[in-house]
């Protein structure tokens, strides 16, 4: 099957929101967080699924989870390291004990900033590979969803990406069903008024709700409708986003949908130096400012990617890869 270069290029698209989402910014009222969340990981984690296969050979398989699993790792204490330096630099400046609680056991079982989709990734294709490799496609985005929906109700949160790894896995098993039926081809049918309409209707209904990162376990009987609301209004969006992108701009865009990875993991250690430097240095952003740092670090990443490769001489096929 030849690979979909637009939903390469959309990958791009959506790891810049990322990447702007995780930037600390004036939003004058805006809610811009608020409405890029609504979407831009349930979409992220769909494309996910959608390059991903249950038959794939075991020697691929562990060849994979090793390369991810090295990667985790290596950010993770980078992170933890990072967090140590930052934050000795701080009571040096305002002349304070060193702050022992950040040196933590917790490094072992809480993922820093964004690399809990790393875990979660390595859930999903464990789970599709070895728990629901003969599941039919109906069963398992039922139990999916179920899962979504129960996971609440466990009184474990960001640890070992417990709530995002099971709230967002519907998202990624549409995007595996959505692949093998060719469900997308069927999107494209859509008028692109209404698809129009209804991304506009449901950004704005996103702007009255709380952000969408499924990072808690429910406290009230609220929350789990909440998470029903949120999780309909981001499949809707999917397919709306999914829609737009058929064209021949997000195609030219797909060289740097390779790269997603590399952004993904790298802007987090900038964005940690960010909240801690931009305030001393009175730098504040603004939504133009903070776009535009956005796509300098996607772009710087992708310069390391490439100059990576070309060091090591391994084609880009050979690093790994999250898709």
Known sequence: MTRDKRKDGL??????????????????GLCMNRMISAFHMPIFVFLSGYFSSQDTET????????????????????HFLLSILLEYASCKYHNEPFDTSIITWRILISPKLALWYLICLIYWRLSLWHIFRKTRDGNLFAISCILALVSGFVPIDHDFSFQRAFAFFPFFVSGLISKKHDLIEKVKRLPLVYVLITICLLLAFSRLLPKYMPSYHYESWNDPILRVVQSIMAFILC????????????????????????????????????????PYLGIRLNLLTA????????????????????????????LPKET
């Open 11 to 28: 990958k791009f698209i959506i790891i810049f929101l990322v990447v702007l989402g995780h930037l600390d910014y004036e939003d004058y």
């Open 59 to 78: 020697d691929k398989q562990k060849r994979w989870l090793k390369k991810t699993f090295i990667i985790y790792a290596v950010a993770q204490l980078a």
């Open 291 to 318: 776009s535009l740092l956005a796509l300098f670090y996607c772009f710087f990443f992708i310069f390391l990617a490439k100059l990576y490769a070309r060091i090591s001489n391994h084609s880009l096929s050979n």
């Open 239 to 278: 397919i709306c986003i999914l829609r737009l992108s058929d064209n021949k701009w997000t195609e030219r865009l797909a060289e740097y949908g390779k790269y997603t990875l590399w952004i993904y993991i790298g802007h987090t250690f900038l964005a940690t130096i960010g909240y801690k430097a931009f």
